[in-house]
């Protein structure tokens, strides 16, 4: 008996062959098929996802996302499969059409660090947008690999609110990596239940992504703790202090920033000045790499 997958190899062997031979694949024909309800097509299309000869996979992914929620289950089929393009083009396709029922298997792939390229799954998880991915997701915070982790972070940022707990848990064992992602997160999710947890990790590892975070949440509780920023050692950690502060700081954050205008660093000194305009209403010039004083470039245009 022939298995599945080697009738699936046969079919893309023949339908390229065809390609090949003048015989263009008739996809409108597949995709109608489909429409009507043919198993059979729903899988054909599937498989030549994995098809880049001629940009044919290019070209079948929108029909299958025009199939819409029918074209569901026989993704789900495919998420396992062994080829990596086919993959990624079921992963995106489920993401795209924010598939709940995916989220458990998308899932298991974004966890299953043999593959390549995982970043996909965790991109589809935030598109999705279903709480359950979120334990995948923080468990990505910590993998070596920097796309997954950048994409976990943003993929967390969408579950916005409901990621916030799950995020405060998490950080309490998180390692050093998971931390900086964790932290990152909600900053950007700027919910105020993130304060404590974040001015308790200002001397740690992440204390340059805590500083920025800080800056997010708009909490003049934070301002103390920033101003000390202004005086770190590290000049990103100074130069994210700068940065926060402008949203959030007063008079006692007006006077560490006009010293803080006149640092060693081009980029500290330019945030600097920019902040310190945003609290007093005032154009606030700084010394460029030309030792020539002018005005910050305004970030919001």
Same mark, same amino acid.
């Given at each position: 008996?022939?298995? +599945? ?56 992914? +929108? ?156 909490? +003049? ?29 007063? +008079? ?50």
């Amino acid at each position: 008996m022939v298995r +599945p997958c080697v009738l699936g190899l046969l079919l893309i062997l023949l339908l390229c062959a065809g390609c090949r031979q003048g015989s263009p694949i008739d996809l409108e024909s597949l995709k109608g098929r489909a429409r009507a309800g043919d198993a059979a097509a729903f899988r054909q299309l599937i498989e030549l996802l994995s098809v880049s000869e001629r940009n044919l996979n290019d070209r079948v992914y +929108p029909l299958i996302l025009e199939l819409g929620e029918p074209a569901i289950p026989f993704l789900l089929d495919a998420v396992n499969t062994d080829d990596r393009i086919r993959r990624e083009h079921v992963i995106a396709a489920l993401g795209t059409l924010k598939a709940s029922q995916g989220v458990e298997p998308i899932g298991r792939v974004l966890g299953d660090r043999t593959l390549q390229r995982r970043y996909v799954a965790a991109w589809a998880l935030g598109e999705i947008g279903d709480p359950r991915g979120i334990p995948f997701l923080l468990s990505a915070l910590g993998d070596e690999d920097d796309e997954v982790r950048r994409y976990a972070v943003r993929a967390l940022i969408k579950l916005n609110r409901e990621a916030v707990e799950p995020l405060l848990a998490f950080l309490r064992t998180a390692s050093a990596r998971g931390t900086a992602g964790a932290v990152r997160a909600l900053g950007d999710i700027g919910d105020s239940r993130a304060l404590a947890a974040l001015l308790q990790r200002v001397d740690g590892p992440a204390r340059q992504d805590v500083l920025h975070a800080l800056g997010k949440l708009k909490d +003049p509780r934070a301002e103390a703790v920033l101003i000390d920023g202004l005086s770190d050692a590290d000049w990103q950690s100074r130069m994210n202090a700068a940065m926060s502060l402008g949203a959030l700081g007063g +008079p006692a954050a007006s006077a560490a920033l006009e010293k803080a205008v006149e640092d060693e660093v081009l980029v500290v000194r330019e945030w600097a000045a920019r902040s310190l305009e945003m609290i007093s209403g005032r154009h606030v010039k700084y010394r460029n790499e030309k030792r020539e004083y002018v005005l910050p470039y305004s970030i919001y245009h």
